[in-house]
């Protein structure tokens, strides 16, 4: 039998996917009977996931003893935003210097599936998308740059709050951080990235303007 722990750092898994795809809605109220029934756990391994959850802030307390989802605020989404271009801009540029051979051609195939779409399928992209994103500060090869990333939860911020901007207006900016990547021009590189995210970055900015004014 699995001990308790195991439990629930499988627990934890189900539960991280449930909220990246939208199973969970933000602010839903987690009914710790209901889903410890559906996973045919106790409440022991389920607190667990729930601990774990509450470590990586994608749930938040709603009482004494319950928890809910954490609702992600545009406020909360320019100050991740701010941290990505900080790191993933400097990522780009440390990758252009010293990407091997090996990563260079896993690099240049991340989006051909969809240089004839102009974006493709949404579900896949966005997948492709927080995939890019991560290879570029992992092979970085700056372990502490990496360590911060990690630590900050980034990825897991840009699974949950999905793309910004539709395909069609980022393939492009994909594709010129690529090339500069691998074209062994870190200025340009870390052009390429900044620019990406500040044009994402803008779009919530001009999203609360509107909700200013309504």
């Known amino acids: 039998m699995l001990k308790n722990d ?8 189900e539960l991280r996917k449930m909220i990246i795809n939208g199973k969970l809605a933000p602010g839903q109220k987690i009914v710790q009977e209901k889903l410890a029934s559906q ?17 990586e802030n994608l749930i938040e307390p709603k009482n004494k003893t319950g928890f809910k989802v954490k609702t992600i605020d545009n406020k909360e989404i320019l100050e991740i935003f701010d941290c990505r271009i900080a790191l993933e801009s400097t990522a780009a540029g ?12 896993k690099l240049s195939r991340f989006f051909q599936p969809y ?3 102009k974006g493709g399928e ?26 911060l990333f990690k630590q900050g ?8 709050i999905g793309l910004i901007r539709p395909p069609e207006f980022t393939l492009d900016d994909h594709l010129d951080i690529i090339r500069a990547i691998l074209a062994h021009d870190p200025d340009a590189a870390e052009k390429a990235m900044k620019s990406h995210l500040i044009k994402s970055k803008e779009v919530i900015e001009e999203r609360m303007k509107g909700e200013d004014l309504t």
């Open 115 to 117: 240089e004839n779409k």
């Open 153 to 160: 939860n980034l990825i897991t911020y840009i699974e949950r």
């Open 94 to 105: 440390i990758l252009a210097k010293n990407i091997s051979p090996a990563d260079a051609q």
């Open 122 to 147: 949404y579900d896949s992209y966005k997948k492709t998308d927080t995939q890019f994103h991560d290879f570029i500060v992992e092979k970085c090869g700056n372990k502490y740059l990496y360590k």
């Open 6 to 13: 195991e439990l629930g750092i499988q627990a934890y898994r």
């Open 39 to 55: 996973m045919g756990i106790s409440r022991t391994p389920l607190r667990v996931a729930l601990h774990m959850l509450e470590a």
